[in-house]
């Protein structure tokens, strides 16, 4: 489960994780296997069982037996896990790119499907830092962007820097809203994760953003006592806004004001006109600033 902070809101994105269990070795693994093998024994959960085993020994071979046993992308676990997020969370790598070599688990819903922690096979590869796995998935067609917390966000949470980069290549928003406008910035800077910071500005993200409870990704720094992490991120906020001041030194003395907003990276709505004349509209009045200058 995500350690959690006073501060931060109350969704945030969690993970249960299942304590590793330790493959038994020699004769007591042939009899562990022997018994949950058992026709007789006809229980989902004690297959569902023998899969976990499998996965914690990352054994790639004991996809040959699931049709057997009935395990398929229709199974799940008590908190409605298909077998590839099991596969992904508990270390079996070599398993769960075994599933998604096989056509059942390619389809759309399959790759996009949601547990009952809204979590996706995508987000907990991220969580996990399984790159092979992630860049599998996302060849294969799994959504990165989505609405609330994205894999983005995951990978962020646990500063896996290659992830990051990954995701950033397939057009992944970097600027990722989570339900109370928490970024990915933000969680990297909640969990002291400076690299992944360093990898989520490159990409453009912005360290100058708010979430509703009022913080920046600064501020998860300074909430945490991370002197030299809020320093950082400090001048990373200075730097970004100078590259819209700078901008203000190349303006023509033409340019309008909503050409200027614009060169700016912001953006304008125009108002309607108050005045009986559209040749005495106010244009300060008239445009309202969004992102970009403020």
């Known amino acids: 489960m995500w350690p959690e902070s006073a501060r931060c809101e109350p969704s945030t994105p969690r993970h ?73 969370r508990d270390d079996g790598e070599a398993i769960a790119l075994g599933l998604l070599r096989q056509k059942r688990w390619q389809t759309k819903e399959v790759l996009n499907y949601e547990n009952q922690l809204g979590e996706t096979a995508l987000m907990i590869a991220a969580v996990k830092g399984s790159a092979a796995v992630a860049e599998q998935l996302l060849k294969l067609g799994a959504e990165v962007n989505r609405a ?19 995701l950033g290549e397939k057009s992944a928003f970097v600027d990722a809203a989570s339900p109370n406008g928490t970024t990915p910035l933000m969680m990297a ?18 360290p100058t953003l708010t979430n509703q409870v009022g913080l920046t990704a600064r501020d998860y720094a300074i909430d945490n006592g991370n002197k030299d992490l809020s320093f950082w991120l400090e001048m990373q906020e200075i730097s970004f806004t100078n590259k819209y001041l700078n901008n203000l030194l190349k303006v023509n003395s033409s340019t309008t004001l909503e050409e200027l907003v614009i060169q700016s990276g912001g953006q304008v709505t125009l108002k309607p006109s108050t005045t009986n004349s559209p040749k005495e509209v106010d244009a ?7 992102r970009g200058i403020e």
């Open 16 to 88: 249960r994780w299942v304590r590793p269990w330790r493959w038994p070795h020699g004769a007591a693994a042939w009899a562990l296997a022997t018994v949950l093998m058992m026709p007789g024994l006809g229980q989902a959960r004690d297959v569902l069982q023998a899969f976990g085993l499998a996965v914690r020994a990352n054994d790639a071979g004991f996809l040959a037996r699931m049709p057997q046993l009935g395990l398929d992308e229709r199974t799940r676990d008590d908190l409605r896990n298909n077998l590839l997020m099991i596969a992904i």
């Open 148 to 166: 609330g917390w994205s894999a983005l966000h995951y990978a962020a949470t646990s500063g896996h820097v290659g992830v990051v980069r990954l």
């Open 189 to 206: 800077a909640r969990f002291n994760h400076r690299d992944a910071a360093g990898a989520l500005l490159e990409l453009g993200a912005d």
């Open 284 to 290: 300060a009045a008239g445009v309202e600033v969004f």
